[in-house]
């Protein structure tokens, strides 16, 4: 199996690749990725020498940069995927997530390979009752899941109208590992560990559903292989919490790390503004990918915060390189004198 992996130098992406060369050592990944502020190849640094993976600087919206590489099929998770950005300035969501997307399905097309397009539960909109099932109307409320909605329209079209063989993963809020600190749970982490105070938009309320990177990438190679051409599958892991709840338990763990009592840092809890348009609860039901294909998610809620927390701790100079810029120079110094050649 050849994949063209794009985006995988973000947070899922260098999760998976990490997880589809350790699971299935027979596998060629290319890993395609534009490397913007959110694309780390020090997140790869693991499997960067492995016979069975090639990166690609390019971008997905180039159809050039693919020209001459050969493939059966693509995982798509390039994207820019943070919700707050995307209020400030929709305009490169709607470059990356929609022509981007657009452009892959036409190599898809054009080479008649299988496309796994990585989607979010956020296309659902917010519901306070009940949970989402691959067949709820799409209701996306920020302009990031109105332009992931956009995507798998574009999927679903070139499904009826050129009969590629696409899927759709829709799946949870993610965390784990490698996750870039603009969001909640390394957010809460770092900022803990710095002692410095955690915004908690509007009354910390709001419902998310928490699930394991690795849990979410175990879910789509399950996918890859069995899923079938046309569908969409909800993935989560029937684990819903409100965010003060979530933050709280982070603070819990920082300190206990820290040698502190377990509420001394609930001080810093600091609620602000909301979020515009903030979305109060997402909830789906993952029952089709249980039942259809066998899986489920394999790490508790409180197992995957501690193995995070624990993760964010023991790499402090991962997340300090973002935090300084310095995680920027590696790709010329890995890979720029060698690409030159
Ligand atoms: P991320 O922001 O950490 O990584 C995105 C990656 O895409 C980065 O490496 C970036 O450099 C790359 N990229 C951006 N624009 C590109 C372009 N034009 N061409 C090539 N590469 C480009 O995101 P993530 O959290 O790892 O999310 C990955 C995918 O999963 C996204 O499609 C996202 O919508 C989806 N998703 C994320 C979550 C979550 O909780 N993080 C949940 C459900 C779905
Ligand atoms: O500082 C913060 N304070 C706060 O209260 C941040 C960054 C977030 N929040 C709240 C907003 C959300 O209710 O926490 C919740 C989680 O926020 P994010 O980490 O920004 O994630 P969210 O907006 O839920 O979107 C995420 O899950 C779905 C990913 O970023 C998306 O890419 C994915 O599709």
Same mark, same amino acid.
């Given at each position: 199996? *050849?994949?063209?992996?794009?985006?995988?130098?973000?947070?899922?992406?260098?999760?998976?690749?990490?997880?589809?060369?350790?699971?299935?050592?027979?596998?060629?990944?290319? /890993?395609?990725?534009?490397?913007?502020?959110?694309? +780390?190849?020090?997140?790869?640094?693991?499997?960067?020498?492995?016979?069975?993976?090639?990166? &690609?600087? !390019?971008?997905?919206?180039?159809?050039? =940069?693919?020209?001459?590489?050969?493939?059966?099929?693509?995982?798509?998770?390039?994207?820019?995927?943070?919700?707050?950005?995307?209020? @400030?300035?929709?305009?490169?969501?709607?470059?990356? /997530?929609?022509?981007? #997307?657009?452009?892959?399905?036409?190599?898809?097309?054009?080479?008649? =390979?299988?496309?796994?397009?990585?989607?979010?539960?956020?296309?659902?909109?917010?519901?306070? #009752?009940?949970?989402? +099932?691959?067949?709820?109307?799409?209701?996306?409320? %920020?302009?990031?899941?109105?332009?992931?909605?956009?995507?798998?329209?574009?999927?679903?079209?070139?499904?009826?109208?050129?009969?590629?063989?696409?899927?759709?993963?829709? =799946?949870?809020?993610?965390?784990?590992?490698?996750?870039?600190?603009?969001?909640?749970?390394?957010?809460?982490? &770092?900022?803990? @560990?710095?002692?410095?105070?955690?915004?908690?938009?509007?009354?910390?309320?709001?419902?998310?559903?928490?699930?394991?990177?690795?849990?979410? =990438?175990?879910?789509?190679?399950?996918?890859?292989?069995?899923?079938?051409?046309?569908?969409?599958?909800?993935?989560?892991?029937? /684990?819903?919490?409100?965010?003060?709840?979530?933050?709280?338990?982070?603070?819990?763990?920082?300190?206990?790390?820290?040698?502190?009592? *377990?509420?001394?840092?609930? !001080?810093?809890? /600091?609620?602000?503004?909301?979020?515009?348009?903030?979305?109060?609860?997402?909830?789906?039901?993952?029952?089709?990918?249980?039942?259809?294909?066998? $899986?489920?998610? !394999?790490?508790?809620?409180?197992?995957?915060?501690?193995?995070?927390?624990? $993760?964010?701790? %023991?790499?402090?100079? $991962? $997340?300090?390189? &973002?935090?300084?810029?310095?995680?920027?120079?590696?790709?010329?110094?890995?890979?720029?004198?060698? @690409?030159?050649?």
């Amino acid at each position: 199996m *050849k994949l063209l992996v794009t985006g995988g130098a973000g947070f899922i992406g260098s999760n998976y690749i990490r997880y589809a060369l350790s699971a299935h050592p027979d596998y060629r990944v290319i /890993n395609l990725d534009r490397l913007t502020y959110a694309g +780390n190849l020090e997140n790869l640094r693991e499997v960067e020498s492995s016979p069975g993976y090639t990166f &690609i600087k !390019g971008d997905i919206r180039d159809r050039d =940069c693919l020209r001459d590489v050969e493939f059966d099929a693509i995982i798509n998770f390039a994207a820019e995927s943070h919700v707050d950005r995307s209020i @400030l300035d929709a305009s490169p969501f709607l470059q990356t /997530n929609i022509m981007g #997307t657009h452009n892959l399905l036409e190599i898809a097309r054009e080479r008649a =390979c299988a496309f796994l397009h990585v989607s979010t539960d956020e296309v659902y909109g917010s519901t306070e #009752t009940g949970f989402f +099932n691959e067949a709820s109307p799409l209701q996306p409320n %920020s302009p990031y899941a109105a332009s992931k909605a956009s995507s798998d329209m574009l999927v679903r079209a070139y499904v009826e109208t050129y009969k590629i063989r696409a899927m759709i993963t829709r =799946c949870s809020n993610n965390y784990g590992p490698y996750q870039f600190p603009e969001k909640l749970v390394p957010l809460v982490i &770092i900022n803990a @560990l710095n002692r410095r105070p955690v915004p908690v938009y509007g009354d910390g309320m709001n419902v998310r559903d928490w699930i394991y990177a690795e849990d979410h =990438c175990r879910a789509i190679d399950a996918v890859l292989h069995k899923g079938s051409a046309g569908e969409v599958y909800n993935i989560g892991s029937r /684990n819903e919490r409100p965010n003060i709840e979530v933050i709280r338990l982070l603070l819990e763990k920082v300190a206990g790390h820290l040698g502190l009592n *377990k509420d001394e840092l609930t !001080g810093l809890i /600091n609620f602000v503004r909301d979020r515009e348009g903030h979305d109060r609860r997402y909830a789906i039901d993952p029952s089709k990918v249980e039942k259809q294909l066998g $899986w489920r998610p !394999g790490t508790s809620f409180e197992e995957g915060i501690s193995k995070t927390v624990d $993760w964010y701790i %023991s790499n402090r100079q $991962w $997340w300090q390189r &973002i935090i300084s810029g310095e995680y920027m120079k590696y790709y010329d110094a890995q890979y720029g004198e060698r @690409l030159k050649k």
